[in-house]
């Protein structure tokens, strides 16, 4: 069984919203129905990046590292096109 890491942009705030789950698509439309507290505040949102791991161990881990400093430098440096042309920088902590 695959496990996912990914990240949502929330277009009205502007702001990154960093999670993991084993059922992304199903996670991904608990997301947009409003299901996840963070996300129901900051619609619309959409997904932006993701990565596939192989347990749910590992999965957590590139979670956790993708919300430290070094984390959101390393999405700020594999999003970087995409960031300066939808102007979002801010990779906050959920």
């Not at 702001?15 to 409003?34: E, M, N």
């Amino acid at each position: 069984m695959m496990h996912y890491t990914y990240v949502l942009l929330s277009e009205s705030a502007g702001r990154f919203y960093t999670g993991y789950s084993a059922d992304l698509r199903k996670r991904l439309a608990d997301h947009q129905r409003d299901r996840v507290r963070w996300t129901a505040a900051h619609q619309p949102v959409r997904l932006i990046y993701y990565e596939a791991c192989l347990s749910q161990e590992d999965a957590l881990r590139r979670e956790r590292f993708l919300k430290s400093g070094k984390g959101k430098r390393y999405l700020r440096n594999r999003l970087a096109s995409h960031l300066s042309s939808s102007k979002c920088s801010k990779l906050e902590r959920h």
